[in-house]
């Protein structure tokens, strides 16, 4: 039987049909009614060129949630990364109850992220919360914060419960990368005479090359389009001191200017798409090696 | 030697456990205030309760709408995953078979609308245009069209390796298309295929954002929602609000410690493959 009609491509027409309708298609309105007021007032429409662009880099106001979205992506992608090649070092093995640990890190990554939001509303509870009463314990009351109240500290401490979140996704990835490490590299370097470090740098964080660039990616790509933990743990607040661009786009959407929250959809879609160029790369290359 | 190593990952375990607290304790504070009562749960503290209020729970029963949440998020997201899996594979399937150029593009795209975001309120433009704001066929459907581009690169790694001599002694056997499909390749895709079910059924489970848009009535609201709806109502009985909080979880962290191999499988299928 021909190729053709035994793969025929009417099998990849349902899925390829939802995700156009669904997802391509309303990504690709957007650029288009990015350029028009379009709001819930009027009926309609009219093209207003760039001018929701021009508004959204001259507001002023505007550049505390950019630049919240951006440290939030960055910082958090390194200390998830860091901490989770930490755990996954420490439970490669030798730990006896290493599936254990594993089971328990790994755990906050399928928790609701509106559950976890909710609950560190209350850890972070200045009077009675078990994050300064933490601290009084051991001494360093001196260190306790309104951690969400303050303006300057709210979006960090955000970043504070997306890192506790995610870090054992970070591990999980480093400890498949780890497998990959051969074993008798190990054993070379023991002959060598080399020491914990000297093997960490020289042999296993070269073989871990492509889990801390996937790791990496992941990390950044979820961290420019963090909407749940904010929403939950601050709401964007004190004011809008914690805000990041997916909390915009929600206000905006509950406000009705309907144009400049697209517009605001199109610059996250912008920041992304670029990113995703060097990631599918990275994704498709062993087929193309193949071939 | 060994004695020292020994020594080594005793210490490594014990350190390991005094630091998993960091992820226990909340998980903890949420189990003692859950039994509290209004007073003592207002501070959310790690103090043992002075009695034990199970009777928290059975309130939250009553007034909480689980049942029906419970319903709704049952039905959503079971539909979602069933959607998403058939459609993806059959997807995936072709895909891999079918190594020509456009194929290639067509799969790369799927790839993209895993690291671009959605544009919900153009979304919503669509689903007004399609009359499917505010319904179970649209948030369901909605819901596979976000999961199938993970779901079809998951897919697409596991296919690959079934060898095409298997194709062609179906079809030696008087296999078509679908036949060679359904009969002989879904079966073998299990593995793969629980994978796909459980991480997108906990997706769609724990998923607050596309009801937030998209679904106004509470009566079709899931778990989750309902739960907000809740906590919004009673945010001065945290009591209440821990015991709805882990009636959510108990699903949740059941489906994880059954399925976690398949979970952390699927999760790093893209690590292993770059």
Redesign the interface.
């Known amino acids: 039987m021909y190729a053709s009609k035994l793969y025929s491509w009417k099998f990849i027409v349902p899925a390829f049909l939802l995700f156009f309708v669904l997802f391509l298609v309303p990504n690709l309105m957007g650029f288009y009614y990015s350029l028009t007021n379009w709001n819930a007032m009027s009926d309609q429409v009219k093209f207003i060129g760039l001018d929701n662009f021009v508004e959204v880099f001259t507001d002023k106001s505007n550049f505390r949630f950019i630049y919240n979205t951006l440290m939030f992506a960055i910082v958090t992608s390194i200390f998830k990364a860091v901490i989770g090649l930490g755990l996954a070092l420490m439970l490669n093995e030798g730990v006896k109850s290493k599936n254990v640990l594993r089971t328990i890190f790994f755990m906050p990554v399928v928790i609701s992220n509106l559950i976890v939001g909710l609950i560190f509303q209350q850890i972070y509870n200045p009077d009675t919360g078990i994050l300064n009463g933490f601290l009084e314990a051991i001494g360093l009351g001196a260190f306790s914060q309104s951690w969400i109240g303050d303006p300057k500290l709210a979006i960090w401490s955000s970043m504070g419960v997306e890192i506790w979140k995610a870090s054992g996704f970070n591990m999980v990835i480093f400890l498949a990368g780890l497998q990959m490490v051969p074993k008798d590299m190990y054993e070379a370097a023991d002959i060598d005479g080399a020491n914990y470090w000297n093997k960490l740098i020289k042999v296993t964080i070269p073989f871990l090359i492509p889990s801390i660039t996937i790791n990496m990616m992941l990390n950044v790509i979820s961290g420019l389009k963090v909407f749940d933990v904010i929403f939950a743990l601050t709401n964007g607040g004190p004011g809008r001191a914690s805000e990041v661009i997916n909390l915009t786009i929600f206000n905006q959407f509950g406000l009705g200017t309907y144009g400049y929250g697209t517009a605001l959809g199109v610059i996250l879609f912008l920041f992304l798409a670029v990113i995703s160029i060097g990631l599918v790369k990275i994704f498709t290359r062993p087929e193309v090696s193949e071939r | 030697m060994t004695r020292r190593?020994a020594t080594?990952?005793g210490l490594?375990?014990i350190?390991?456990?005094i630091l998993?607290l960091?992820?226990?304790?909340?998980i903890a504070?949420?189990l003692l205030n859950s039994v509290k009562n209004v007073t003592e749960s207002?501070?959310?503290?790690?103090k043992l309760p002075t009695s034990f209020h199970f009777d928290n729970f059975i309130t939250v029963f009553k007034d909480g709408k689980i049942f029906s949440s419970f319903g709704n998020s049952l039905l959503i997201s079971s539909v979602t995953s069933v959607?998403t899996i058939?459609?993806?594979s059959?997807?995936a399937?072709?895909?891999t078979?079918?190594?020509t150029r456009l194929?290639r593009y067509?799969?790369?795209?799927?790839?993209?609308?895993?690291?671009?975001?959605?544009?919900?309120?153009?979304?919503?433009?669509?689903?007004q245009m399609?009359h499917m704001i505010n319904t179970f066929t649209g948030i369901i459907?909605?819901y596979?069209?976000?999961f199938?581009?993970f779901t079809?690169?998951l897919f697409y790694g596991f296919v690959?390796g079934i060898p095409k001599e298997l194709?062609e002694s179906a079809?030696i056997d008087g296999c078509?298309?679908s036949g060679?499909?359904f009969r002989v390749i879904f079966p073998l895709m299990k593995p793969v295929s629980v994978t796909a079910l459980i991480i997108n059924f906990?997706n769609c489970?724990?998923d607050?954002?596309l009801p937030?848009?998209f679904l106004n009535s509470s009566s079709k609201w899931g778990m989750?929602m309902t739960?907000?709806n809740y906590?919004s109502q009673y945010i001065s009985s945290?009591n209440l609000?821990s015991a709805a909080?882990l009636i959510?979880?108990v699903p949740?962290?059941t489906?994880?410690?059954l399925g976690?191999k398949y979970?952390?499988s699927g999760?790093?299928a893209?690590?292993?493959?770059?």
Do not use: H
């Not at chain 2, 609308?113 to 919503?124: D, E, Q, S, W």
């Open positions: 190593t080594i990952n490594k375990e350190s390991m456990w998993c960091v992820i226990l304790v909340p504070m949420l207002a501070a959310m503290s790690l959607i058939i459609t993806s059959m997807a399937f072709v895909m078979r079918n190594r194929y067509v799969y790369i795209l799927f790839l993209v609308g895993l690291i671009v975001p959605m544009n919900y309120i153009t979304t919503m433009k669509v689903l399609l459907l909605l596979s069209a976000t199938i581009p079809v690169f690959g194709d079809v078509g298309g060679l499909f906990l489970w724990n607050f954002v937030l848009y989750i739960m907000y906590f945290w609000v909080m959510n979880l949740i962290l489906v994880y410690v976690q979970i952390i999760m790093t893209g690590a292993v493959k770059g």
